[in-house]
């Protein structure tokens, strides 16, 4: 099954004639592509979701918050258990990685849906546990297959594709709950029918879009990419008006479906005029060179997919050893084991598992930190979009200001990462300090940060171990945020939190009934979890300094050199055949 299509834009090799025809076109161009990848990560947010409907798992199925929190972790694992989704990237087209994810996400979700609303038989914990992972560990599988493509189409602008794709899986959560609202109203169990069908329905619709185009890189991308961000931004600006007035009026399920209507103009019907006009402009210059019937790309330099068996075997053991303990220089193609037990992605790995899974235990905790608060119950929805829209800020403003800095400063991307894993320290002194109202700011805080941390240390481990085996080394780098969320989440604000609660029935004279969930009252409950949580996040800070200070001589060089030098040649050839005609 070959779902690849030809770019059609200026040529530079190719024989295959191109249509005419602009609806063709569009859908065969690299814009569309990005297009594409840019909604499949619009709805692919839903793993930040969790505190939406998570009290309906713990009320449905009488947990206490340990339980609950030992699923969350489980959403945590499955979410960032990507080398499944990477390995796989390794030997079969981005069309397939799609198909898995669908059928993955749909079957997990439907499940937990039809257990919250009593359709089936009461499952088991364990069982709870592998729907939850299944379900998010899909979210992987779409994820890669949009965000890498793009990276190996765009080399040169990785920094703002990943902050741009990260950015919309940040602003997802937003833009589900406006869908979920207009289509649902306030029933929170219906959302997880939703996050059942709507990603699966979006990667399914995308299967030939989505896939490697070789091409010659522009000056004028980056302009491109700047379009997209500018809507972006405004959806951002829309979402974050719609969420305040959510919180201070009742909204009607008119209401509702206005604001879904215009949030979909915004993400759907904008950004694809943009692809619609880089398309006309590409071939008002087609007609310009004369050559309105070559492709810009043959199938055949469609970019074979290496097996990932030859990176992870040698046929001298001795030899392979010595490969592992000898890597190449940063920026050139490590294998993956090179990369794996490489010292730079120890130290990646140690400040990410602090950084990023102190967030993730606040987000899996924030409907309990609301409710043990007293804030309202509809709050609990603005928190979670809160958290989407800055998550999202953090991505986009992370992926191009570092690209930028790093362009024409040569400011490191690791000493960035370093100053956003300091930031996150505010969020969690906040929630432990108990402020009336300090849960808002603290969202906006830690979503940010959780947001800039994505793009920085995705960028950082492809510029570091090169883009070859790319799809697996960027899904290794997301397995620290699993083992954090377990540390902390579970190990940490569940038990302080399950323990708080005893005290407080034992101090009431009460004593919990079997299957009753386990309920905390007040600012203690989560007060000494924050101030670990904070402590712990510090270190990461620290940790991630001697990164900093290994790397420092690498990014003051040419980080980009090898994809310069490729795309001199490449324009070299394009210049002398078109000499030739």
């Known amino acids: 099954m070959n779902l690849a299509m030809p770019e059609l834009g200026v040529s530079h090799g190719g024989t295959r004639g191109c249509t005419k025809n602009l609806v063709v076109r569009v859908l065969a161009s690299r814009w569309f592509m990005v297009f594409a990848s840019i909604l499949i990560m619009s709805v692919n947010g839903t793993l930040y979701m969790f505190g939406l409907y998570s009290n309906d798992i713990k ?37 397939a990685i799609l198909s898995i994810g669908a059928v993955m996400n749909f079957s997990s979700y439907f499940l937990i849906w039809l257990s919250v609303t009593g359709r089936i038989a009461k499952p088991r914990v364990w069982q709870m546990c592998l729907y939850t992972c299944t379900g998010a560990n899909s979210l992987s599988f779409s994820n890669t297959a949009a965000l890498v493509t793009s990276v190996k189409n765009f080399p040169h602008n990785r920094g703002i594709v990943i902050g741009l794709l990260k950015g919309f899986i940040g602003l997802s959560g937003a833009i589900i709950t406006q869908l979920y609202h207009a289509l649902y109203g306030d029933d929170s169990t219906a959302l997880i029918l939703l996050i059942a069908y709507l990603p699966a329905i979006v990667s399914l619709a995308f299967l030939p879009t989505v896939r490697i185009i070789k091409f010659v ?6 302009k491109v990419f700047s379009d997209f961000l500018y809507i972006s931004l405004g959806l951002a600006g829309f979402l974050m008006a719609i969420i305040v007035l959510q919180s201070k009026l009742q909204f009607s399920r008119l209401e509702y479906i206005g604001t879904a209507v215009i949030v979909l103009v915004l993400s759907l019907c904008v950004p694809l005029c ?20 070559r492709c810009e790309l043959p199938p055949a330099a469609l970019e074979p997919q290496s097996g990932w068996s030859r990176a992870l075997t040698c046929p001298n053991p001795i030899s392979c050893v010595a490969d592992i303990l000898k890597p190449p220089e940063r920026g050139e193609d490590y294998s993956i084991l090179q990369a ?9 790995f140690i400040a990410t598992t602090c950084g990023v899974g102190g967030i993730l235990a606040a987000i899996d905790n924030l409907g309990q930190i609301g409710e043990s608060m007293g804030y309202p119950a509809h709050s609990m929805a603005a ?3 809160l958290i989407s829209i800055w998550n999202y800020l953090g991505r986009v403003a992370a992926g191009f200001s570092s690209e930028i800095l790093l362009a024409k400063y040569k400011f490191p991307r690791p000493l960035m990462l370093s100053i956003v894993i300091l930031c996150s320290c505010a969020g969690h002194v906040l929630v432990a300090c108990a402020v009336p109202g300090s849960l808002y700011p603290s969202s906006m805080i830690m979503g940010f940060c959780l947001g800039a941390q994505v793009p920085l240390v995705s960028s950082i481990i492809s510029e570091i171990f090169g883009l070859k085996h790319y799809a697996t080394l960027y899904n290794v780098g997301t397995l620290s945020s699993p083992v954090g969320s377990y540390i902390f989440n579970v190990k940490v604000a569940g038990l302080l939190y399950d323990q708080e609660a005893a005290k407080q029935m034992e101090a009431l004279g009460l004593k919990r009934k079997a299957g009753e969930a386990l309920r905390c009252r007040g600012v203690q409950c989560y007060r000494t979890a924050f101030a670990v949580l904070a402590a712990s996040t510090m270190f990461g800070c620290l940790v991630s300094l001697a990164l900093v200070i290994r790397t420092w001589k690498f990014y003051k060089g040419d980080v980009y050199k090898k994809f310069t030098e490729e795309t001199t040649a490449a324009e070299d050839v394009h210049d002398e055949k078109t000499d030739e005609k």
């Open 59 to 95: 009320t449905s199925m009488g947990y206490d918050q340990s339980t609950l929190n030992l699923i969350g972790f489980f959403k945590d694992l499955g979410g960032n258990l990507g080398i499944s989704a990477g390995l796989i990237y390794e030997v079969v087209p981005p069309w």
């Open 383 to 385: 928190f979670v979009s």
């Open 217 to 222: 890189a522009r000056k004028e991308d980056v």
């Open 340 to 348: 794996i037990f490489s010292i730079d992605m120890l130290i990646i």
């Open 274 to 293: 943009i692809v619609i006009y880089e398309e006309i402009k590409l071939a008002k210059l087609r007609k310009a060179i004369d050559n309105p019937s």
